[in-house]
C-alpha cells in the first residue's frame, strides 16, 4: 500500500521545511509513505528547499497556474507514481500532520473513498467571528447542493483512494475543495469526515484577499457546479416558479374579466404570457441541461478508463 503526500506550494521556502517536519514516516497498514510538491511558478527559492529537505517527487509550473490546476497535477502525477491514496494537505502547516493517520484511516479500513479532515473552525483563534460564520455558511450551502454531510467543506486537508482520485475532474480555476464534494456526491462516492487538529497561523492567507471576494468566487463555484451536475433542477425549479406566477396573474385576469373589469388590467395579461413564456424556456433550458449532463457523465466514464489504462500502462513500464 502506497501512500502519496502531496502539498501544493506558491512561495513557501519559508514555511516548507516546518510542514516537512511534521509530516508521518510511518502509518500502520501503509508500506511505503512518498512526499510530492506542486511548485505553482514559485518566484523564491521553494523548489530548492523541497530538494534539500528530501521530498521524492516535484511537479512545477512555469508561471502560476492557481491552486485548482494545481491540485489537480499533483493528483495526476501521484496517479501516474502508483499512489494507492493520496493526502493533500498545505504548505504553511496549518494542518497537523500526526492527523494524516486519522484520514487515511477510513479508507484502509474500507469504509469511505473520500476523507476531508473537519477543522475546529469555532475553536480557532486566528479565524475572525466573521469567518467562522460564512465558513458554517459556505459549508451548509456545498451540504445542500452536493446531497452530503460534509461540514467543512472548505478543508484543504483530505485523502483520496485511487479509484476516487481517478474519477476527479475539477473544472473551474479557483479551487478544487467545494467542486469536488460537489461531484463526488453527484456520483455517489462513499465520503466521510474526521475531526482533525489545527496549529497555529504561520502566514495570512493567499487564496483570497478578502472574505467578501472569497464568498463571491466560492459561491460562483457551487453555483457552476450545481448546475453542471443538477441542471433539470436548477432550471427547472426557476422555470416552474416563474411559469406558476404566470399562471396566478392569468387567473387573476380571468377572474376580472368575467366580473366585466378585464379591459383595465391588460398589463396583467401581457405579463402573464412573457412569465409563462419564460418559464417554459427556461424548463426547456434545463431539459437540454440534463441532456448534455447525460453526455457528460459518458465522457467522465471515458477519461476514468483512459486515465485507468494510461496510470496503469505507466506503471508496468517503471516494473
Known sequence: MKLIIQIPCYNE????????N????????????????????????TVQKARELGFHHIVSFKQNKGLAKGFMAGIDACLHLGADIIVNTDADNQYCGADIEKIVRPILDGKADIVIGERPIDQTEHFSWKKKKFQHLGSWVVRVASNTDIPDAPSGFRAYSREAALRLNVINEYT????????????????????????PETRPSRLFSSMWRYMKRSSTVITRSFVMYKPLKFFGTIGAVLFTLGLI??????IYM??????????????????????????????????????????????YRVRKADCEKKEDKQI
Open 13 to 20: 521556502e519559508k514555511t516548507l521545511e516546518l510542514a516537512y
Open 22 to 45: 511534521d509530516l508521518p514516516r510511518h502509518i500502520d497498514g501503509i508500506d511505503t509513505i512518498e512526499y510530492l510538491i506542486i511548485n505553482d511558478g514559485s518566484q523564491d527559492n
Open 176 to 199: 478544487y475543495t467545494l467542486e469536488t464534494i460537489i461531484q463526488a456526491g453527484h456520483n455517489k462516492i462513499a465520503m466521510t469526515s474526521v475531526p482533525i487538529r489545527t496549529n
Open 249 to 254: 396573474l392569468g387567473i387573476r385576469f380571468l
Open 258 to 303: 368575467a366580473l366585466g373589469e378585464g379591459s383595465g388590467h391588460i398589463q396583467s395579461l401581457i405579463l402573464t404570457a412573457i412569465l409563462i413564456m419564460m418559464g417554459f424556456q427556461t424548463i426547456s433550458i434545463g431539459l437540454l441541461g440534463d441532456t448534455i449532463s447525460a453526455n457528460r457523465k459518458i465522457l467522465e466514464d471515458v477519461q
